[in-house]
């Protein structure tokens, strides 16, 4: 059912286009939600542009994977020193860590599992929303973007690929997030000894406990840019067919690939 008439008695909408970026809804995997959970508490629900929920789980997980020292016990595990990984582990956080983590997972497929029913029915109610946005500080507006390029970008620098796609409140928190990640562990000195064939003095210099949040980080910028590239094109398409089917198909008449009109 089409509502082009009045937008405002809508329900629900596909997409949301504000000065800050473009929050859309649209059928997501469940499973590869939860699996970004797993990784790292928090990236199910942004992909899911449930912000304040995925804000609030990731600096929970660093928060408290830093009091419990969490990933040096891994680092320690992989190297079979599993006496060090007891020793060095906080048994009194341990409680607190483990049901927020299950939570996150749980709570992001559920969440997209929803989410997939309230994108069906948007889909099938149509409803007109805005597709510019203007004001004092930014412009933003739905256009066609390329997936690669946003890849690529993230592979530079982590949140490049976000802003990009003008998803600037994502993109603060995953640059300002790197840059304390990056200074933390030494990365950038690490990879200098490395460049230096220097390999001892590299590991020796890099901490273990912040370097393992590196990885999730990164690669969670780079799936998300591409994602979202590719579903904001979907999106534009979309509002570009309305338009055209509001404005320019005649009253009483479907056109489909292939038809001609008379």
């Not at 079979?80 to 992001?108: E, H, K």
């Not at 640059?175 to 990640?181: A, D, E, G, Q, R």
């Not at 904001?232 to 398409?237: A, Q, S, T």
Request: with cysteine; hydrophobic share 50%; charged share 15%.
């Amino acid at each position: 059912m089409n509502n082009f008439s009045n937008p405002f008695r809508a329900k629900r909408y596909l997409a949301y286009v504000s000065m800050f970026g473009t929050t859309q809804i649209h059928k997501r995997n469940p499973f590869t939600i939860a699996c970004w959970s797993t990784a790292f508490p928090g990236f199910g629900h942004l992909l899911l542009n449930k912000y304040i929920r995925g804000y609030a789980l990731v600096l929970w997980e660093v928060f408290i994977n830093q009091k419990i020292h969490l990933n040096l016990a891994i680092v320690y595990s992989f190297n079979g020193q599993f006496q060090a990984a007891r020793d060095v582990l906080d048994p009194r956080f341990m409680s607190l860590y483990i049901p927020v983590y299950m939570f996150a997972i749980w709570d992001s497929y559920r969440t997209a599992v929803d989410m997939n029913k309230v994108y069906a029915l948007a889909r099938r109610e149509n409803a007109i929303f805005s597709e510019f946005s203007i004001g004092a500080l930014e412009v933003n507006y739905l256009d066609k973007r390329k997936p690669w390029v946003a890849a690529i970008w993230s592979m530079g620098i982590p949140s490049v690929g976000q802003l990009y796609l003008h998803r600037i409140v994502l993109a603060v928190f995953i640059l300002m997030s790197t840059i304390v990640l990056v200074r933390e562990s030494h990365l950038i000195l690490a990879v200098h000894d490395l460049i230096l064939g220097d390999a001892r003095s590299a590991s020796k210099v890099v901490d273990a406990q912040w370097l393992l949040y590196v990885p999730s980080f990164y690669f969670f910028t780079i799936y998300d840019a591409y994602v979202s590239c590719v579903e904001n094109n979907k999106l534009f398409d979309h509002a570009l067919k309305n338009h055209l089917i509001r404005n320019y198909q005649p009253s009483g008449v479907k056109l489909t690939i292939g038809s001609k009109v008379d």
